[in-house]
């Protein structure tokens, strides 16, 4: 142990108090771990649900594209007159104290308005409109999604290791000194009851002696 604690009944006090406070602090910090570990494997299955999602949509988004290129030519020009998007939001939720991203995007698919002429294009392509725009919500979802079970492996790591820093190094530190200290009290008061037998072995010779030579005289 290297800075070893005065054996006082005061610092015995205040060390079972910074003990028990350490097992309060490791329980708390296990509890943690165990919420945002169940939350990140939440996020992973719907993660994987989502990038499969993703996968066929553009599969379907490029068939559709392509289709429209051969019946009506290459769309260059018409993709052009798609406006640039600016309705990405983030916001955020607390998880356990961890900061997790909300984005959110709107992109209704019931007012979604088509900017190219009608008349220059056809239901091949206005399906492959409406399938980019499945994309593009998806992958908001996903970059949400993604970037939350990031931010929740730093905490769950950074969780574990104030866990097993408390578990493994404060804990038993402050359990060794708890029981320095009691052992060295309790040696001390030994030390005192043999003391006060020798000293009151000492008081009661020294009567006997007197009473012996008050009756002597």
Do not use: H, W
Not at 111 to 131: C, P, Q, T, W
């Amino acid at each position: 142990m290297a800075n070893k604690a005065v054996a006082t009944k005061g610092n015995l006090i205040n060390m079972k108090k910074s003990l028990a406070l350490a097992k309060v602090g490791y329980e708390l910090m296990d509890k943690k771990r165990n919420i945002l570990i169940r939350e990140m494997m939440a996020l992973i299955d719907k993660a994987n649900e989502i990038q499969n999602k993703i996968d066929d949509a553009y599969s379907e988004a490029y068939l559709s594209l392509q289709t429209a290129n051969i019946t009506i030519g290459f769309n260059s020009a018409r993709a052009q007159t798609i406006p640039i998007e600016d309705t990405l939001q983030l916001s955020s939720r607390s998880v356990m104290g961890v900061e997790i991203p909300i984005v959110t995007i709107d992109c209704d698919d019931t007012r979604i308005s088509l900017e190219y002429g009608m008349y220059e294009s056809n239901n091949v392509l206005d399906n492959a409109r409406f399938k980019f725009v499945q994309v593009k919500k998806l992958t908001a979802t996903l970059a949400e999604i993604e970037n939350s079970v990031y931010r929740l492996a730093v905490a769950i790591k950074t969780t574990q290791r104030r866990a097993n820093a408390l578990k493994n190094i404060m804990i038993p530190r402050f359990e060794e000194n708890v029981k320095t200290i009691t052992d060295a009290l309790d040696e001390m008061d030994r030390e005192e009851f043999s003391r006060m037998k020798v000293i009151k072995t000492q008081k009661q010779n020294k009567e006997r002696l007197k009473k012996r030579l008050q009756n002597m005289s």
